[in-house]
């Protein structure tokens, strides 16, 4: 086996387990399974509700019966993405994970360790005969990558503990006591052909880095889309037959793609080679594969009319996206970002997919606003979807302080307590159990939601022991 080598082999026999069953959102009847039978095998207690999520309890280490009632908390589900020209299917294919011993990654896909590693950690205590601890709870939500669809539907009543550890962060050694809050737009425009004329021109963006729009935002990757508009902007005139780019709303573009109509084909080439040098210079240390591609290709019967093809551009290119604003309360955090995340055609419309977040529920409305009014001008009609709420940092936490004491004396360091830009559940778990106190960390994952997608071997099992002894040590 891939981990055979590796130091904690119960914890990863669990991740290899959990990454042979496909988990994309949306599907996740068979990891849910998987975690009622592997209960079953382990005499834990666990059941399921409506939605899908999963609970698991197990008694007290004896002689710890009077410790209060932890949570640890992981969702199952994950962000699916693929290498150009991958035939993996995401549907039925098992995640083919290698190592070269320092870390492990996917041949190909996303690996899935947010959050499988988080699950595999809870199942690794849960099954050690040798770890102490006062009563503890497993909750292992659905559809978190697509609009935390199952935190949003927990069942209180099947949860005793007030104290839950989500264990779905990216940065082993730092605890996060809040996150931002988000909303999706959804902006369509009607589409009206014409006969294409001119040239026929493939336009590709690619070798982009891509990853997590929220945990990743800061480190100001490429976005392909406003890559490709920024292209299409520098053109007199033109005509788009086709045009695609971006994965999910949680994923930073890595690539896009476009077929257009031009009148002077060496006009639109030279552009081509000229924002590419631009874009080799500005992006050579946060995308240094970043790669625009404008060659001929066959001629389209038809192409999108002229003036929808340049608001088309236009929306695309003037949307905001990336790190808007910084936090002025917690040193070095993002505040507020938008990730324009999707386009594509889907018969006669046009879809932008936008997905904004902010740590501050005026600043995050303020973003919307201006989207909102960017989509009108360009002539497109706006969807608002659901909104989550930000995680509140509260620095007096009692449980935050214990966890921080536990890792100071556990590891010899002092842990970093701060807030986090992506999305995490704890928030809305908070909201619907009264009296319930969180916070969240994890190990070293790096380029989570795309291809890149790494976790650090050492990390985990360091952080999988981290919390094990933890769980002895919260009064």
Known sequence: MWYSKL??????KIFSEISDIPRESGNEE??????????????????SDRKGNVYMKKGATKGMEKLPPVAL????????VK????SHDFTKDP??????????????????????????????????????????????????????????????????????????????????IGCA???????????????????????????LLGGHSGGEIHKERANAISILARYLDRLPSFQIASIAGGTRRNVIPFSAEAVITVSDKDAAISQAKTLQEELSEEFKLTDPGIKLTVTETEMPEMAIKTKKSQKIAGLLFASPTGVKGMSTAIPGIVETSDNMAIVKIEKDKLTVVYSIRSNMDSK?????????????VFGFKAKVGDSYPSWAPDP?????????????????KKMKVTAIHAGLECGIINSIIPGMESVSLGPNLSDVHSVNEKADVASAERTAAFVKKMLAMLK
């Open 7 to 12: 130091n904690n082999k119960r914890l990863w």
């Open 30 to 47: 068979g990891i849910r399974e998987y975690l009622l039978s592997w209960a079953e095998q382990n005499k834990i207690e666990a059941s």
């Open 73 to 80: 908390q992981a969702h199952i589900d994950m962000v699916c």
């Open 83 to 86: 290498k150009e020209g991958s």
């Open 95 to 176: 995640i083919h994970i290698k190592t070269d011993g320092n870390y492990i990654f996917a041949a190909d896909t996303t690996l899935g360790a947010d959050d499988g590693i988080g699950v595999a950690i809870i199942l690794d205590i849960l099954s050690d005969p040798e770890a102490k601890h006062g009563p503890i709870e497993g909750i292992f939500t659905v559809e978190e990558e697509t609009g935390l669809g199952g935190a949003y539907a927990i069942e209180g009543d099947r949860i005793q503990a007030r104290r839950l550890i989500n264990i779905d962060s990216e940065e082993e050694g730092i605890l996060y």
């Open 181 to 207: 809050g988000g909303v999706d737009i959804d902006a369509t425009m009607k589409l009206k052909y014409e006969k294409a004329t001119g040239t026929a021109l493939a336009v590709s963006v690619s070798g």
């Open 364 to 376: 995050k409305m303020e973003l919307m606003s201006k989207i909102l009014t960017l989509t009108e």
């Open 396 to 412: 007096s936490s009692k449980l935050a302080k214990e966890v921080a004491a536990a890792y100071k004396s556990i590891e010899g």
